[in-house]
């Protein structure tokens, strides 16, 4: 008899211990041009030599060699990193909205760019942006950009 409560009180204690899931999804903050540098809207008026797809800047010396344009904040890189991407569509850009999170199962850091068409049939190019916190040298970071 004591066996077995000694038993039961172990294997409850060990079930307790163990957690199905021990990730949880956190929404991360992004700076961006416009809000927090005062920057005029720059989707239009930013240069970047890209073309439907994304990339990552890590230095000042990136920044000032692959961004151009009007508006050309001081970005502190030891802290924070630029993601920055160009996009085409087939009607007029309206909004890009932005979701940066850690995702489960692996807190994968995911950077979610929505870009919301308007109704006018004409092709156009945005570029869109994120200042995040400096991801390590081994995190990466998934970006997935929709069209709608």
Do not use: W
């Not at 060699?65 to 087939?90: M, R, T, W």
């Not at 007029?92 to 807190?107: A, F, G, K, M, Q």
């Amino acid at each position: 008899m004591k066996f077995s409560i000694v038993f039961t009180m172990f294997l409850l204690s060990f079930l307790a211990s163990c957690k199905k899931n021990d990730c949880n999804e956190k929404i991360l903050t992004t700076k961006h041009f416009e809000s927090d540098y005062g920057c005029q809207p720059t989707k239009y008026s930013l240069v970047v030599d890209l073309q439907n797809r994304a990339k990552i800047i890590r230095s000042k010396e990136s920044y000032d060699k692959e961004i151009a344009g009007p508006c050309h904040p001081e970005i502190n890189f030891s802290i924070y990193d630029l993601v920055i991407g160009k996009q085409s569509s087939v009607n007029t850009n309206d909004t890009i909205i932005y979701d940066y999170r850690s995702v489960c199962p692996n807190n994968v850091a995911t950077l979610t760019v929505d870009i919301v068409q308007s109704l006018l049939a004409e092709p156009d190019n945005v570029v869109y942006h994120a200042i995040i916190p400096k991801l390590g040298d081994e995190e990466t970071l998934n970006i997935i950009v929709n069209v709608k």
